[in-house]
């Protein structure tokens, strides 16, 4: 039973919710950074960078197929996002050009733009539902094809059962929530979103030498050296970064932008000119007067980090926040 135009548009006005599951489905499963509940009963298959639920009913030959794709890098635009997705996913392969009316959801973060659209398959008359979600630098598509409406019910399900992984940055350094304690100045977070992060960090350092003449032992001249850094990032995990540098009478300045990935414990900036920059999270403490201290060892794009017991042996507090050897410790001022 082919769909008709009221029945895409009907599936539109719910095939995507930020609610809680409708727990139709029992068996929850995770693909990336979607976590959904399995249509039951459904077979399984899985590609390269894609899940595919489908289900056929042998006597009225209804059928539909469900497909999840793992999350890319957003273009920063849900809209942008769904066209490029459309175009890809479903214009190219079904020879259908145009890019239907669009139905967009926000919540929390995240962006959902839906379409539907009358396609063929293998000759037969069918429909596609797609959704692409955007948010937190990524995107992921979901889309239907079917040819029979019962089966709006059951995606609509599915679709309330969908949890995004925001990604969350661990940190080893724990301390009681809400209170300071163990000689620290403020207070720790466990863990530290997107949302924590966003606002304008800074972290410099500098040297002065002084130099004595071997022969007379006579003062020879001093040299000067420092550089700042600043990273101003977004909530969508966009960032800007500027750098300022300067050693005797030679200033060197530079900017570049760039996305940051949390994975794990670890904070992964992808610069666009630069090369990227990957940091294990040692510390994120909250002052009392509101300003933050970001504390950060560098690592290789594919080290490990510091282990508990490198924390216990390289890393202190004796300045009230945490510092390890050879760590960074960026501060982000508090709101006037």
């Keep these: 039973m082919k769909l008709s135009k009221v029945a895409l548009l009907a599936a539109l006005a719910y095939v995507f919710c930020f609610a809680a599951s409708a727990n139709i489905f029992c068996q929850t499963e995770t693909f990336g950074s979607v976590q959904y509940s399995r249509p039951e009963g459904w077979s399984k298959s899985e590609k390269s960078g894609v899940t595919i639920f489908s289900d056929t009913d042998q006597k009225t030959g209804g059928f539909c197929i ?5 999350a890319v890098q957003s273009s920063d ?25 669009t139905d967009v959801q926000t919540d929390d973060g995240w962006t959902s733009v839906s379409g539907a659209s009358d396609i063929e398959t293998d000759g037969n008359p069918s429909s596609v539902i797609m959704t692409v979600i955007s948010g937190y630098g990524k995107t992921t598509s979901i889309y239907a094809i079917l040819n029979d409406r019962s089966y709006l019910e059951q995606l609509a399900n599915f679709m309330a059962s969908i949890k995004l992984d925001k990604t969350v940055a661990d940190s080893p350094a724990k301390s009681a929530p809400g209170t300071p304690q163990n000689g620290f100045s403020g207070t720790l977070k466990e863990s530290v979103t997107m949302a924590d992060l966003t606002g304008a960090w800074s972290f410099g350092a500098g040297s002065v030498q002084s130099y004595i003449d071997s022969s007379s032992g006579d003062y020879a001249g001093t040299s000067t050296a420092f550089y700042g850094e600043q990273y101003f990032i977004r909530a969508d995990g966009m960032f800007t970064y500027k750098f300022t540098g300067r050693s005797g009478n030679v200033t060197v300045r530079e900017s570049d932008s760039g996305r940051l990935e949390l994975a794990g414990g670890f904070l992964n900036f992808k610069f666009k000119g630069r090369s990227p920059r990957r940091f294990q999270l040692i510390g994120f403490m909250t002052q009392p007067n509101g300003a933050v201290i970001l504390s950060l060892h560098g690592v290789k794009q594919d080290g490990p980090g510091f282990a508990d017991t490198d924390i216990a042996q390289l890393c202190s507090h ?7 050897v050879g760590s960074e410790e960026w501060a982000r001022l508090p709101a006037k």
């Design 318 to 324: 004796s300045k009230g926040y945490m510092m390890c």
């Design 77 to 101: 635009s849900p809209q942008k996002d769904f066209a490029q997705q459309w175009q890809s996913l479903i214009a190219q392969p079904f020879k259908t050009t145009a890019i239907p009316k």
């Design 66 to 70: 469900l497909s999840i794709y793992a």
